[in-house]
């Protein structure tokens, strides 16, 4: 759904609240494909079990770090865990892009900033 012009007037509150969820589901979705692409690199490059990929990637998404990296066996697999630990910190950035775009265009269209 389009955001409305700064011309037109502002879109109706379920408008907004619909926004909100449309750009929580999307948001969810992108968190879905990374969590997959962790998991599927654990199980693979650093033969982890399913259970301990899936701790091991939900950890490094929340920020929290990594569960198991020296117990990873070989240099790809600390390789791996190292660029999807940064991988994760652009997704996070993202999302919150994501999900706030409806509540900054909302305030602005609200306060009507010029583009001047």
Request: proline share 6%; hydrophobic share 55%.
């Amino acid at each position: 759904m389009p955001f409305e012009h700064h011309r037109q007037p502002l879109a109706p509150h379920h408008v907004f609240v619909w926004r909100i969820l449309a750009h929580f589901g999307i948001a969810m979705a992108i968190l879905g494909v990374t969590l997959l692409i962790g998991v599927l690199g654990y199980t693979r490059i650093g033969h982890l079990s399913w259970p301990d990929a899936v701790v091991e990637s939900a950890m490094l998404m929340g920020g929290m770090g990594p569960v198991y990296g020296q117990d990873l066996p070989s240099t790809a697999a600390k390789l791996f865990s190292a660029g999807y630990a940064l991988f994760c910190g652009l997704i996070l950035i993202a999302l919150f892009g994501i999900i706030l775009a409806p509540v900054f265009h909302r305030i602005v269209h609200r306060l009507h900033f010029s583009e001047k």
